[in-house]
């Protein structure tokens, strides 16, 4: 069966994404991304969609659900790698990727993971400090 | 048109076979993947094929070429992530992947080539020592 592979890199999941997206590769993916967070205590999800040409509605939304439910897991999402034509169609599309944080290379994107995992651990501290 | 995306991580490339390959992919990117090394003097490369459930004589000898000609660019290069099913055909096939090195998951590879390349590096030195 067609799957999208999920390598693991450190507490890392990441992502490349090369076929057309269609329904039950999108649900199946969405069912393996939540499988692998809550089985590996992952704490970032990137997505490297640099080989798409063309993100129709389906795939931004596809995307977003995913950002969404990594986040109830704990997990934050980058998107990265989108081509200029990608981001000019998205935005005449009116979709904004909610909820999805974008960087241009893995690179950038990891860096910013690390980041955003450092500053919730420094807030839940705060909080229990707070308490 | 169709390729093949390669990520940077830090000094390595990292790529995820899910395509079938046919031969202007390979081509394209055996192509991509020296490019690639010359320009960011990447030290290794990590080809994902934990999404084949077949490899043929034509992959086998397109990730054999790859390694080859990786390894005159100075990179090292593993393939992770090989199903047990793709491995008793290899074997089968009479084919051993010659010069390239295995590990079974990308981390395991990372270190695999971080190894490599600091061996590599020793050697060097060992060589510049005794001159």
Redesign the interface.
């Known amino acids: 069966m067609e799957?999208?592979?999920i390598?693991?890199?450190?507490s890392l999941l990441?992502i490349?994404i090369?076929?057309d997206m269609h329904d039950k590769l999108a649900l199946q993916l969405q069912d393996d991304v939540t499988h692998r967070i809550s089985d590996y205590g992952s704490t970032g999800v990137l997505i490297?969609i640099?080989?798409l040409e063309i993100v129709d509605s389906f795939i931004g939304r596809t995307l977003a659900n995913i950002a969404a439910m990594s986040r109830v897991l704990g997990a934050e999402t980058v998107v990265v790698?989108m081509q200029p034509a990608v981001a000019i169609t998205l935005v005449e599309l009116g979709m904004s990727l909610p909820g999805v944080r974008t960087a241009l290379?893995?690179?950038a994107g990891?860096d910013l993971l690390l980041t955003a995992v450092n500053e919730a651990g420094n807030e839940s501290e705060d909080e229990r400090s707070q308490a």
């Open positions: 799957r999208i592979p390598l693991r890199i450190g990441l490349t090369q076929l490297d640099s080989s790698g290379t893995v690179e990891m």
